[in-house]
């Protein structure tokens, strides 16, 4: 098996994430995809440390993980504060410039 | 150790059995979070795909983030988005209708178009001749080999993403805090409330419901002395949904009925 195979599924998995960013409505599911497109990513570099033989892509892909569960804490902390104000989590539902 | 003629960056047969039973797994996972209609179900899923992905990087010699991805995701970031989804409603399933019209196709689309790239981009590339492997990079261990990267060429960045750690739980709080505007209407209050109405006929809070011999729940008015039943003594639900029950039927009946 090729190690490019990892990068594949990098790709995939990363798309799927990118289709849900767009398809789902309910934003905690929003997201998850957009932490799962983060989790590709990670592969990718995990994948390019081992092809390159050097730790530093297992950093950056440290560093990521740090930066995303940043973005969740901020990013769930905002869903809450909206859910209070609107009792609902769908992303439809803030369209206040639209009406 | 047994050399198996390893064309660019091959594998060895246990990793690739490994890659090819729980790729399609975790591919399949993903695309279930896409279809699934219960948040929670979006989450399994998702946490599933992170437990896969925890096995590929120890797979991939990168032991440490392993760990950090079972311990970091799907332990906290995943227990933080059940927390979350418990917070919002665990019923708040997606409405399945489609605002934008032709969206749904256009993201698909989209999705194919950018996969199809990706993925050709992939296939195009030249890898380095041979995948030179973590072994040499991995000789003092994984943690070791990471933290001497970690403080002394990215020592900056290190520092710099405490600071975000910190900025992100103060801008949680900051989001999360709710200040109530006035207190709350407490008992005291009811009863001050009560005492300075126009009459004093309530002071004293609203009548029970009946006491009979053969029934003393909430579903009987009372009685008033002219013997008629008390409006007050139930609650106006019961009476809306009809399910009050005549205090009449309780009635004593006199002798001569009887006889």
Known sequence: MSIANYLYLSATLFTIGAIGVVVRRNAIVVFMCIELMLNAANLAFVTFARINGNLEGQVVAFFTMVVAACEVVVGLAIIVTIYRSRRSASVDDASLLKR | ?259
């Open chain 2, 1 to 259: 150790m047994i050399n198996l003629a390893l064309s660019v960056g091959a594998t060895k047969t246990p990793e690739a059995a490994l890659f090819y039973f729980l790729a399609p797994l975790s591919v399949i996972a993903a695309l279930g979070m896409l279809v699934v209609k219960k948040a929670v179900h979006s989450a399994l899923l998702l946490a599933w795909v992170m437990i896969s992905l925890a096995i590929f990087y120890i797979a991939q010699d990168a032991l440490f983030l392993g760990i950090v991805q079972v311990v970091v995701y799907t332990g906290a970031v995943m227990m933080l988005f059940l927390f979350i989804l418990m917070l919002v409603g665990v019923d708040s399933s997606d409405s399945l209708i489609e605002n934008i019209k032709g969206q749904r196709a256009a993201a698909i689309t989209a999705a194919i178009g950018i996969s199809g790239l990706l993925l050709s981009l992939i296939s195009r590339v030249t890898m380095v001749n041979d995948a030179i492997g973590l072994a040499g990079a991995n000789q003092n261990g994984n943690v070791n080999g990471l933290a001497e990267q970690l403080f002394t060429k990215y020592v900056w960045a290190f520092e710099v993403v405490s600071a975000l750690l910190i900025t992100a739980a103060l801008g949680a709080m900051v989001l999360a805090h709710s200040q109530k505007t006035k207190s709350k209407f407490a008992q005291r209050d009811l009863s001050i409330a009560r005492f300075r109405k126009a009459s004093l006929g309530e002071a004293a809070g609203l009548p029970g419901s009946g006491v009979y011999a053969l029934h003393n729940a909430v579903d009987v008015p009372a009685l008033l002395p002219t013997g008629k039943a008390a409006p007050t003594s139930i609650s106006a639900v019961l009476e809306a949904r009809g399910d009050m029950i005549d205090s009449k039927s309780f009635e004593m009946k006199s002798e001569k009925a009887d006889e």
